[in-house]
């Protein structure tokens, strides 16, 4: 009897003992949990925190290029994917900062504006007051392209097209020919004042020489 109740006195013993274990084993768990979730928490706050600020701020950055074309230098502001940012009331911070860099050419690469958003106005406002600034060109993005044709310029978009007109190779598509689902923006920017370059060229005046500009807007991913 003394040895039997001992080994059960010992398993209960034992018993508790693993239960005490197993209880702190899961609360030191539950504190890993916790802090994992405020990691992970602070870490997408903070994330947050840093796309607002980077969407609501510019940076400007300067090239020089050497061209044998000019006696004078000539200054372009090149603009692109802003996608309907805006800084400051209706972007007069980015308007006053590129009217203090006085340009003679503006340049925009496209995708200004959401795809599937038919809120355009953020970027014709914007080109419209640019337009005042210095003569402005624009070519589209896949953004554009979107909200236009209904597609981006995959291959086989291009190749449906070309079908379509009874050509043989994409290369051969006049790009004023394929037929858009959506003519509001082009029509915005020609409104404007603004002048598209896509998949053609124009010229301008600047201080005495002829400047030749071309938009290529191509397959998906290529954008001049």
């Not at 800084?87 to 007069?92: A, C, L, Q, S």
């Not at 043989?168 to 858009?180: G, K, Q, W, Y």
């Not at 689902?181 to 915005?188: C, G, N, Q, R, Y």
Request: hydrophobic share 40%; with cysteine.
């Amino acid at each position: 009897m003394t040895d039997k109740l001992y080994q059960a006195q010992t398993e209960k013993v034992l018993d508790q003992i693993w239960k005490d274990l197993d209880m702190k084993r899961r609360k030191r768990r539950r504190v890993r949990l916790k802090r994992a979730a405020v990691a992970a928490a602070s870490l997408l706050f903070f994330t947050f925190l840093f796309c607002i600020w980077g969407n609501s701020r510019f940076e400007v950055t300067f090239y020089q290029v050497e061209t044998g074309k000019f006696e004078d230098s000539i200054r372009i502001v090149g603009i692109t994917d802003l996608h309907n940012a805006q800084f400051g009331i209706d972007n007069k911070r980015l308007i006053d900062r590129i009217a203090a860099l006085e340009p003679d050419l503006v340049l925009i690469a496209g995708d200004m504006i959401i795809s599937g958003d038919e809120d355009i106005d953020p970027a014709v406002s914007l080109c419209r007051k640019l337009t005042g600034i210095a003569p402005t060109f624009y070519s589209y993005g896949n953004h554009e392209n979107k909200m236009v044709y209904g597609s981006d310029l995959t291959p086989e978009f291009l190749k449906q097209q070309a079908e379509k007109m009874g050509m043989r190779n994409e290369s051969d598509l006049d790009f004023a020919d394929i037929p858009m689902i959506d003519e509001s923006l082009p029509k915005a920017l020609s409104e404007a004042g603004v002048v598209l370059l896509n998949n053609n060229t124009d010229s301008i005046q600047i201080k005495g020489r002829t400047v030749d500009l071309a938009g290529i807007n191509q397959e998906s991913g290529a954008y001049y």
